[in-house]
C-alpha cells in the first residue's frame, strides 16, 4: 500500500522540521563509551573537541589510561544551555576495565 503526504502550510512545515532536529539529536550520539584510543592518546586535561561534541579531560581520566590504557569510560552529558546549534558538553565517567588489563593471580 502507498502512502502519500502532503506537507501544506508553513505551521505543518515548522513541526516536521523540529521532528528532524528532534531525530538528529537522539542520533547524533552514536558513540557512549570511548576509549584512550578513541580520543587521540590526548596527554593533557582540557577540552577537546570530537564529532560527538565537546569532551573535558581530568588529570584523573588520564591518570586511569596511563595506568590502564584499555579502559574505556562512560560519556557524561553536562547540563548546559539548551541552544540549537551549541556542541552538546561531555566528560568522562565510570570506567570499565577490560579482563586482559586486570593483574592475574597466581
Not at 32 to 56: A, C, D, I, K, P
Request: hydrophobic share 40%; charged share 25%.
Amino acid at each position: 500500500m502507498k502512502s502519500c503526504t502532503r506537507w501544506e502550510g508553513s505551521e505543518t512545515t515548522s513541526r516536521a522540521q523540529t521532528l528532524v532536529v528532534g531525530f538528529r539529536r537522539m542520533t547524533r550520539l552514536a558513540v557512549n563509551r570511548v576509549t584512550w584510543q578513541q580520543v587521540g592518546h590526548v596527554t593533557e586535561s582540557g577540552r577537546y573537541m570530537f564529532r560527538f561534541g565537546w569532551l573535558t579531560i581530568t588529570a584523573e581520566d588520564l591518570a586511569v589510561w596511563k595506568q590502564f590504557p584499555d579502559a574505556s569510560f562512560a560519556l557524561v552529558k553536562t547540563a548546559t544551555a539548551a541552544v540549537s546549534d551549541e556542541a552538546e558538553e561531555f566528560h568522562l565517567g565510570v570506567f570499565e576495565l577490560r579482563e586482559s588489563s586486570l593483574p592475574r593471580e597466581n
